[in-house]
């Protein structure tokens, strides 16, 4: 088994040096990326992170250099070759390699990258005892729906969520409590499920959208609509979820320290464990 990557066009060591000082990429973080956890050798919702890309490409006007279903053949290819069971894949997509000018290059031609690498898995305690999750202000631009390439503010949120011994920021804007820093947030309160609307301030996450549908199915009441922060400390349950972590129960919020008892979220994440 190896970790590999693969870089317009062939397959590459993970450590090939391949990019160029001139990648629009690096020089303004302009393109897009996706991340597909693997199970037991099979990508989870690969067709829909693949709908995503699309998604974000288009509202950055940026010309994929393959078609999906091509991406999708690269994907399988890359994972057969790493013989990798438990892994990641990591897709990203920039405007390409051009003289560094803020606007779009004349004739943009779009540089595709992918790595498969180990997947990190989440110790079973750590699912069991929860985590600890702190609050800051949301500082992000409004399209937070894209999945770009520019995160400093995530990265910058994470940060301090980790020298506060926390496993993550939730950003709060106006005092509505919206999504975590790589993660997004659910509330239980008597029985209903609560989260943040699809809308463009917050990523649609692709495991978000597995629990909606696994928690209409138990059946729980869900609501997508803003909620307080004082709502978030006084629900019942809090987790987040991502695609590195799938669901992850909250123990703290803050200095709020919720119930230890979690049959909601618990069901949710034995429905997805079985989904896998």
């Known amino acids: 088994m190896a970790e590999i990557a693969y870089y317009q066009d062939t397959f590459v060591d993970l450590d090939a ?21 693997v199970y ?44 990798l069971l438990e892994a990641e894949i990591y897709l990203q997509i920039s405007r390409g390699i051009h003289a560094r000018q803020h606007f779009y290059p004349d004739s943009p031609c779009a540089v595709f990258a992918m790595t498969v690498k180990q997947a990190k898995i989440i110790p079973e305690e750590k699912r069991q005892n929860g985590v600890n999750v702190m609050t800051l202000e949301d500082e992000r631009w409004k399209n937070c729906y894209i999945k770009s390439l520019n995160l400093l503010p995530n990265v910058m949120a994470k940060q301090k969520a980790k020298r506060n011994r926390c496993e993550e920021a939730i950003f709060v804007e106006e005092g509505k409590v919206k ?8 509330a239980v309160k008597n029985g209903t499920l609560y989260t943040y609307p699809a ?6 996450g692709i495991t978000r959208r597995v629990v909606l549908d696994l928690a209409k199915k138990l059946p729980m009441s869900v609501e997508e609509a803003p909620f307080t922060l004082d709502f978030l400390k006084n629900a019942d349950e ?17 200095d709020t320290v919720l119930e230890s008892e979690r049959p909601y979220t618990a069901k949710l994440i034995e429905q997805f464990h079985k989904l896998m």
């Open 238 to 254: 809090v987790f987040i979820t991502s695609t590195s972590m799938d669901i992850m129960p909250v123990r703290q919020v803050d």
């Open 40 to 83: 037991d050798g099979r990508p989870f919702m690969l067709d829909e992170h693949l709908q995503r890309l699309e998604m974000s490409a288009d509202a950055i006007e940026l010309d994929l250099p393959y078609t999906t279903e091509e991406i999708k053949d690269i994907c399988l290819d890359g994972l057969e070759k790493s013989e």
């Open 17 to 37: 040096k391949v990019v160029p000082i001139q990648e629009r990429a690096h020089q303004f973080g302009d393109g897009i990326y996706e991340v597909i956890r």
């Open 199 to 204: 809308l463009k301030g917050i990523l649609h």
């Open 179 to 186: 999504e975590g820093s790589s993660s997004n947030l659910f």
